[in-house]
């Protein structure tokens, strides 16, 4: 595999690892950056190995954020030590909270997955889902409670729990961005921008994790020698841009919250449209 198609790799990798877990829709990106520049399809050979590609690179962006909250899955799957707080049950978020979160679109996503891959992943519906998230972030800003009740992920109640969950069924839309879905329903149910980001994450790792596997499994036949490099290189580029740009999300979130995104957001639907239509 020449140079060139290795700087791809690692192009594509970073743009999954810079978008896809800030809430701008990684998809959206992805339309722009490989489908229309890149074209991996191309130098991988088809649609199908080029999809593969895509979920490998975003593997990487999920290893990324359990290096990040490492010590927080150690402490949901009770690996860690005990403190006195986790020992009572209290003042710690519960993987069954994390559950709860999960369910709803998981259930959707399972008896969805095959009509959403099939119809909805287009330019338009990509746009859909941007323009209507984006939406959505700025009424989350403008209409949250000036006093966040919680400003903390173990604060988190089943309640904000379940709200997060039935919000993030929105980001089964192509381009709706799961991030900006779930930091919504968070902060609209009182949470701060930081928190909502905490549970957003650390909830991401199981549903895209087994959706990515799942994936993985059935086209384990792609992974050939001849592509197995650009896979390598574009998975490593995704998990090093994802764990840079996560810390400095967490760190700024709290201060600069969701409407930037929202118009950096609705500046791509506006680009998008240009170019397709």
């Not at 009572?88 to 069954?96: A, D, M, P, Q, V």
């Not at 381009?175 to 980001?197: E, I, K, N, P, Q």
């Not at 810390?247 to 791509?268: G, H, N, Q, S, T």
Request: charged content about 15%; overall charge neutral.
């Amino acid at each position: 595999m020449e140079i060139i198609e290795l700087v791809k790799a690692i192009i594509l990798g970073m743009v999954e690892g810079l978008t896809e877990f800030a809430p701008v829709s990684s998809t959206g990106h992805m339309v722009i950056v490989d489908d229309l520049w890149l074209k991996s399809k191309e130098v991988l050979g088809s649609d199908d190995v080029a999809n593969t590609f895509k979920v490998v690179i975003q593997l990487g962006s999920i290893l990324a954020v359990v290096v990040v909250f490492r010590n927080r899955f150690i402490d949901l799957l009770g690996l860690g030590k005990k403190t006195p707080e986790a020992s009572n049950g209290e003042g710690r978020l519960k993987l069954t909270q994390v559950i709860v979160g999960l369910i709803p679109a998981g259930i959707l996503g399972l008896l969805f997955d095959d009509y959403i891959d099939e119809n909805l992943f287009t330019i338009e519906t990509v746009l859909i889902g941007l323009l209507i998230g984006s939406v959505l972030m700025i009424f989350a800003d403008l209409f949250a409670p000036k006093k966040p009740r919680v400003t903390t992920v173990d604060q988190i109640t089943y309640r904000q729990a379940l709200t997060v969950g039935l919000v993030q069924c929105l980001s089964l839309w192509p381009g709706f961005s799961r991030s900006g879905a779930t930091m919504s329903g968070g902060v609209l149910t009182g949470m701060s921008h930081r928190a909502a980001a905490d549970f957003t994450f650390i909830m991401a790792v199981p549903i895209m994790a087994g959706a990515s596997g799942v994936s993985l499994l059935s086209n384990w036949q792609y992974f050939t020698m001849d592509v197995l490099p650009f896979f390598i290189v574009g998975f490593i580029s995704a998990f090093l841009f994802a764990l840079i740009t996560i810390k400095f999300f967490l760190r700024i979130i709290d201060r600069i919250k969701l409407i930037p995104f929202a118009i950096y957001r609705i500046v791509l639907v506006a680009v998008l449209y240009l170019i397709y239509f």
